[in-house]
């Protein structure tokens, strides 16, 4: 007999973690499948939001940062202070780990294995294959009411079971893990993140420097195939005064750069986080959105189970949308617009000199929405931005 479960999640990232979490608190019968290969290639910077909605303990950052430093093109630079708030780093071995634990505390099975393919029994219900770690290739199989999956980019969940699943647009990220230089070391600050926009070191992204305590982040990504993510890193080593830090990994993932139209199959299946095409342009962030996705997955699928409508799945992309739509379009458009030649770039950090720029931003980053209070400072950025665009501010 194969043992049944109400809903299998496959992937135990910040998307997957979060759904089983969230399903098994309720009293769903829940299996939470992940490959547990590697850790997760990634910032991981995160907004203090993340925190709050998903009640994340302090102790779960490995550092603040409080100060963005935007540098342009010519090297000049904004120095952006986080007023009132900060950006978490968290590094990922640790903290997918501890989403993790906290999905099986709330009564979620865990099994370390690799989704194969879902299988198909006489009467449509489906069947999770997978291949358990340490079983030399053998094959497990469990069945499944609803499947959640969070496997992230290229996922194979979507890719079989969702159109369009497979063919979601990515930029390649990859970065390098040195150790920290000291406090003040080659302009070095344990409380400052850098962003470089510069073609040379990407030319349709960004390349950061991101602190994380005893170690930095130091990476770029691009769209574009025949570009060397590893000359560029080496470059932005050198820029950033990190060359002769100690390197500990080196590590690259795509970035997904586009939502699905659609999350679920209409049946049993419904999408989560990087596996939904769930990143934010312009900026790559998508840890808190994967969590985001995760938990309406999983309040999708609760939904599903209790009304035996398979058309409940499809709530998770609606209320995700009307939440964040505006602010991915919007995000968009930007990353269409300023990331693509040099002059744009320096005009680009050029406008964050602008306070009202300044604090819009980070209140849009901290606390996920465009902040409405503020209409005045709304109309300024928008003439500044024309005047911008039109070039009648020389760069
Ligand atoms: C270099 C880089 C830097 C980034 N920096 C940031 C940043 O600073 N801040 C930010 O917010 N976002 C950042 N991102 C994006 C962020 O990492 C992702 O959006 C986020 O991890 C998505 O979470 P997820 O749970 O959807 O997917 P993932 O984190 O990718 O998790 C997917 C999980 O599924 C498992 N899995 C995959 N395939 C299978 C399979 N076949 N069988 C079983 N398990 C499987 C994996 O082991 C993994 O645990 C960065 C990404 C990259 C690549």
């Known amino acids: 007999m194969t043992q049944k479960f109400d809903a299998v999640v496959v992937g135990g990232g910040p998307a997957g973690a979060q759904a089983a979490a969230d399903l098994a608190s309720q009293g769903i019968k829940t299996l939470m499948l992940d490959r547990g290969a590697k850790v997760k290639p990634c910032g991981g910077a995160v907004p203090p939001k993340l925190m709050i909605d998903f009640d994340v303990p302090d102790e779960w950052l490995v550092a603040k940062v409080n100060k963005a430093r935007m540098i342009s093109p010519k090297s000049r630079h904004v120095d952006i202070p986080i007023n009132g708030g900060y950006v978490g780093m968290v590094d990922r071995d640790a903290f997918d780990e501890a989403l993790r634990q906290r999905a099986t505390d709330a009564g979620a099975t865990r099994v370390t294995g690799t989704f194969a393919r879902i299988e198909r029994q006489p009467d449509g219900s489906a069947v999770v294959v997978y291949r358990p770690k340490g079983g030399e290739g053998a094959e497990e199989r469990v069945a499944a009411g609803f499947i959640i999956g969070a496997d992230g980019a290229r996922s194979s969940v979507a890719k079989s079971e969702v159109p369009g699943g497979g063919d979601i647009p990515y930029v390649i990220a990859y970065h390098e893990i040195v150790r920290s230089p000291k406090e003040g070391e080659n302009g070095f600050e344990a409380t400052r993140c850098d962003v470089y926009y510069d073609g040379g070191l990407s030319p349709d992204f960004y390349g950061w420097v991101f602190p994380h305590g005893d170690t930095t982040s130091i990476g770029m990504g691009t769209e574009k195939r025949d570009f060397s993510v590893k000359d560029a890193t080496s470059r932005l080593r050198e820029v950033a005064g990190l060359q002769e830090a100690e390197t500990i990994r080196r590590e690259g993932a795509p970035i997904p750069l586009k939502p699905l139209k659609k999350w679920d199959n209409g049946r049993d299946v419904v999408l989560a986080g990087d596996a939904a095409g769930v990143v934010a342009p312009a900026s790559g962030e998508g840890i808190y959105y994967a969590m985001l ?101 020389p760069a």
């Not at 499809?314 to 990331?339: C, D, E, I, S």
């Not at 000199?353 to 465009?370: C, G, H, I, S």
């Open 293 to 393: 996705g995760g938990r309406f997955a999983a309040e999708a699928v609760a939904k599903a189970i209790v009304t035996q409508d398979a058309r409940a799945l499809a709530t998770a992309r609606k209320r995700f949308m009307r939440l964040h739509g505006n602010v991915f379009r919007a995000l968009g458009m930007l990353q269409r617009y300023w990331y693509t030649n040099d002059n744009r770039r320096e005009r680009f950090v050029k406008i964050c000199r602008d306070v009202d720029v300044q604090e819009l931003t980070f209140d849009a980053y901290m606390n996920k929405e465009l902040v409405k209070a503020r209409p005045l400072a709304h109309i300024r950025i928008f003439f500044k931005n024309i005047a911008h665009l039109l070039g009648i501010v």
